[in-house]
């Protein structure tokens, strides 16, 4: 009989099978295991003493306490579909657990990248099964590690949204309530009779009313920021001006009467320091100012009359009777 060209090939295939650095196991058409490279005793931690001649689920079985494994039904399907149609089966990624080293019972987790493929003899009948696995156990918990991460990423944006949600509701109720009490605090203090000025360090009108609006004759909008003493002519408000800042240099509340020759009228004026300002209260008195002078006036004018007609008089208190 001739030599087959394999019979002059001097390379060892047994050594070169031995030394493959990814992880064999041979099978026969049984299922029985014929033999394995030493990669795949390393992945499996097994030894070639203890597989060899044994049904590869009886070295492998199915994990006891894992109901949701079925690598030995997903892997059994491969090698069936392979001995029916004698070509190669890839698998997806299977959980397939091996015992643990060194214990009769446990079992180690463990994820593999399976590749089935048929070896025919010269009739092309099918005599062995190879079944190549690559260890893919750390890509697949790094995998599950940043989906982990990505769901605890998801959870925590959700968290925030919600969060953020119930800030922006209390944030627009408590607006709501500011909003409700400025209004009120305006009704409150348009009502009143006296002009009311808020002012800032820089003397920036930072909040007026009504009263205190019609008396510089412009929209209270426009006042806003503007400073006092711009909207009154040059060397109209020099003891006003006085007034202020003494009281806003000693952080002082005090009272005052004041006479706008521009108008002309009186106020009289109350002045509270604030953190960063004053608020000015300012009625009219005018009115009441222009009785006293006119009462002050005829008083002047009766006593001279008296001393030239020299003439004695009395003065009595109503209330008390006192002469």
């Not at 992880?23 to 030894?47: C, G, H, Q, W």
Request: glycine residues 4%; aromatic residues 8%; charged residues 25%.
């Amino acid at each position: 009989m001739p030599k087959r060209p394999q019979d002059e090939c001097p390379v060892d295939f047994q050594a070169l099978f031995t030394a493959a650095p990814e992880p064999y196991l041979i099978l026969d058409p049984e299922l029985n295991i014929v033999t394995a490279n030493d990669a795949y005793l390393r992945a499996t931690v097994t030894s070639l003493g203890a597989i060899i001649g044994r049904h590869l689920f009886e070295v492998f079985p199915n994990t006891p306490d894992n109901a949701r494994a079925m690598a030995v039904a997903n892997l059994q399907a491969s090698l069936e579909r392979v001995l029916a149609t004698g070509k190669p089966d890839t698998m997806p990624i299977q959980r397939y657990d091996i015992p643990s080293a060194g214990s009769g019972t446990g079992f180690e987790e463990r994820y593999w990248s399976p590749v089935n493929t048929s070896v025919l003899d010269e009739q092309g009948d099918l005599i062995y099964l190879l079944h190549r696995v690559e260890d893919v156990t750390e890509f697949v918990r790094a995998r599950e590690a940043r989906a982990e991460q990505a769901a605890l990423l998801e959870a925590r944006t959700q968290q925030f949204e919600v969060e953020m949600f119930e800030r922006a509701s209390e944030l627009q109720r408590l607006n709501d309530a500011l909003r409700d009490a400025t209004a009120h605090r305006d009704l409150v203090l348009d009502s009143v009779a006296e002009a009311i000025v808020a002012l800032d360090s820089d003397w920036r009108i930072t909040y007026l009313n009504d009263n205190a609006a019609r008396q510089v004759e412009a929209e209270r909008a426009e006042l806003i920021g503007q400073v006092l003493w711009d909207l009154f002519p040059p060397g109209r408000t020099g003891a006003l001006r006085r007034q202020l800042q003494e009281k806003m240099d000693r952080r002082q509340s005090g009272r005052f009467e004041h006479y706008n020759e521009a108008s002309p009228r009186w106020t009289e004026n109350a002045v509270y320091p604030m953190p960063d300002g004053l608020v000015l209260f300012s009625a009219d008195v005018t009115e009441r100012k222009q009785t006293e002078l006119h009462l002050q006036d005829m008083r002047a004018r009766l006593h001279s009359a008296i001393r030239v007609a020299q003439l004695g008089f009395w003065e009595m208190e109503l209330e008390s009777g006192i002469v």
